[in-house]
């Protein structure tokens, strides 16, 4: 069921000014925005040193907080068993039916030992929340110049099953001088970079649950509290061309390491995590998204190289998405087919099912030399540019969300998926009148 005139059931009050003050760093070089070349490769240059940014000084909208929402990653072998009994609780990600409580904590007490062994095979822990931080601090530098109204920026990074959790995000803001009657902007900003709910949608459900204790009725007994923290969503960017180029740079700079007589026939095969067919089934648009990415990726390589889409990081018995990224690679190695490139096309940065999944199981176990990967996005100033580029758009575009966000799946029956999306469309009317 769609939603019905979500705006008309949250409350029209406007979120107070706020008197916030943040200091935005100045001493990073920042690089300007690229300039294509050939529909990939970019022109970088260095920008001047920007003086420090206060909202005093330049902004009549900010401060305004950045956060970064993601699944998140142990950060060391001890954290492991903590985060599985997160992961596998969440019945948005891994639905178990009505046995969800039981079989969660069994599934992650019996699954920690290989996987300590798994993260200790990469460096002790998850490069995850690193290249986070990082992203969203060199974004936030970005957006403190080109879009002086809303700054400064401060960034923050909410994990859905690891630290910092979205509790520690969320009480960080009110710390910092957001809320609490001072009203204030922040902006979830998903590092998925296409909408499913058992991720973005399983984040917002996690935002709007703790927003909800910490700043709703149940935190003051009222029904919108005055001077709350005005949020917005951006909620999916498959097809951004910033996006796009990033992925297709790192493409080609694989490539370029074929011989030129092999180069034209090597396979790309994009690789996504995968999902539950049961989540497919009910109508959840990642699936068509993600072959939105990878069709765009394509366009912006010319076609230059044959292509197919596979899932990978299947967990259980049950029915997901295929074919499989290990499966895939197994069945062309077969067919005599081994100079295959492996992309990333649904992480923003490393993590487990980059460096372990796909380098050291399906990579390493393949055993032939022409089977690679493309580098992950990380700190690519491609990449950053873009995402500060998708949030200066969204922030000039003084929309609470996308017209998508709005929109239940056909299949879904979820409560909580409902009333967090009247929750998130309902901003609109704070933001209008800020």
């Not at 935002?207 to 001077?227: F, I």
Request: net charge positive; hydrophobic share 35%; glycine share 8%.
């Amino acid at each position: 069921m769609a939603l019905r005139n979500p705006l008309g059931q949250l409350s029209r009050h406007a979120a107070k000014g706020s008197t916030l003050k943040f200091a935005a760093t100045s001493t990073s070089l920042l690089w300007l925005p690229p300039t294509a070349k050939n529909g990939v490769e970019r022109r970088q240059s260095l920008a001047t040193v920007v003086p420090p940014v206060t909202q005093d000084v330049t902004s009549s909208k900010g401060p305004t907080a950045m956060v970064f929402m993601n699944m998140g990653g142990p950060s060391t072998t001890d954290q492991v068993g903590d985060f599985l009994s997160r992961l596998f609780a969440d019945a948005d990600l891994i639905p178990l039916g009505r046995l969800q409580n039981y079989l969660g904590p069994l599934i992650s007490r019996r699954r920690t030992p290989k996987i300590q062994k798994q993260y200790a095979a990469i460096g002790g822990g998850s490069p995850i929340r690193k290249w986070s931080e990082y992203q969203s601090t060199e974004m936030c530098k970005i957006l403190d110049k080109i879009s002086p109204e809303t700054a400064p920026h401060k960034p923050y990074v909410a994990f859905r099953y690891a630290d910092p959790l979205t509790e520690e995000m969320y009480t960080k803001l009110l710390e910092d001088g957001f809320g609490n009657g001072k009203g204030g902007r922040a902006v979830a900003f998903t590092q998925y970079p296409q909408y499913s709910c058992s991720t973005t949608g399983s984040s917002l459900n996690e935002l709007w649950r703790w927003r909800n204790r910490l700043e709703g009725k149940k935190a003051t007994g009222e029904l919108e509290l005055e001077g709350a923290i005005t949020w917005s969503v951006i909620d999916r960017w498959p097809v951004h061309s910033g996006l796009v180029d990033a992925i297709a740079k790192n493409v080609q700079d694989t490539l370029a390491t074929y011989p030129e007589s092999r180069r034209k026939d090597v396979v790309l095969l994009f690789s996504a995590h995968s999902l539950p067919m049961s989540v497919v089934n009910r109508g959840d648009p990642y699936p068509a998204e993600v072959g939105a990415t990878v069709y765009s990726v394509m366009q912006r390589l010319g076609f230059s190289n044959p292509y197919r889409l596979c899932w990978q990081s299947q967990v259980g018995p049950s029915a997901w998405l295929g074919a499989q990224t290990s499966t895939t690679v197994e069945e062309y190695v077969k067919k005599g087919q081994t100079d295959l490139v492996l992309i990333p096309v649904a992480f923003t940065s490393d993590h487990i099912e980059t460096l372990y999944e796909l380098d050291q199981e399906v990579i390493g176990e393949a055993g032939h030399e022409g089977i690679k990967r493309a580098a992950s996005l990380n700190d690519s100033p491609i990449f950053i540019q873009a995402l500060a580029d998708i949030a200066l758009d969204h922030l000039r575009s003084g929309e609470s969300c996308s017209r998508q966000m709005g929109l239940r799946c056909p299949g879904c029956k979820s409560e909580r998926c409902l009333e967090q999306k009247k929750f998130f469309v309902g901003q609109q009317a704070s933001i209008s009148v800020r």
